[in-house]
């Protein structure tokens, strides 16, 4: 409105209100991506169950992140074991894809991010070496828009929709989720994979 109003005028003021604008609408079709994915889960029909070594699932999620790992010069740390669960494909996808997005957005540049499948312990662990998460904030982190670094969150993007995405996930499958996190010093989220 304000380049038709022609109230920003110079190139370099059109150029950056471009940008915003994209940014913005990235932003608000990530959160309706988001919205229509908890109202998918939120859905009782039964989804399509197969048997999936996550060990194998979890390599092409890192790979397709590649852009937001170089961005800010992330070392992902990667160690395996078989382990098959029974579960939706999509579902492994989101769950994992929501972890590591996390772990990217509250990372620090040149940080690392640790993630381990463990078949004796049943669990995928997502660790990573951010911001952190204050006790305050962990009983609330897996609420719908809530976000622990609001200003940040924005900035990068975030639609405090990832954690509660997970958490439904968890829920649909009996899954436990456990947070141990260090405010500056970074998170562990693990899923025990019943």
Do not use: C, W
Request: net charge negative; proline share 3%; glycine share 6%.
């Amino acid at each position: 409105e304000m380049i038709k109003d022609e109230i920003i005028t110079t190139p370099e003021e059109t150029s950056d209100a471009i940008n915003e604008t994209i940014k913005e609408a990235k932003r608000m079709r990530k959160i309706i991506l988001n919205m229509l994915e908890l109202s998918s889960l939120e859905n009782e029909n039964l989804r399509p169950i197969e048997q999936i070594d996550i060990s194998k699932a979890i390599p092409p999620i890192v790979s397709s992140l590649e852009i937001e790992l170089k961005e800010k010069n992330i070392k992902v740390i990667e160690h395996y074991e078989p382990l098959f669960i029974g579960i939706n494909s999509d579902d492994v996808d989101k769950l994992v894809r929501n972890l590591l997005e996390n772990a990217i957005k509250y990372n620090k540049d040149n940080g690392s991010i640790f993630i381990t499948v463990s078949s004796k312990n049943k669990t995928l662990t997502v660790k990573d070496t951010g911001i952190g998460i204050s006790e305050e904030d962990k009983t609330r982190i897996f609420e719908r828009f809530y976000r622990v670094n609001k200003a940040r969150s924005v900035e990068n993007g975030g639609t405090g929709l990832g954690l509660a995405i997970v958490k439904y996930i968890a829920n649909y499958y009996d899954y436990d989720i456990e947070v141990d996190s260090t405010l500056g010093k970074g998170s562990a989220f693990t899923i025990h994979l019943q």
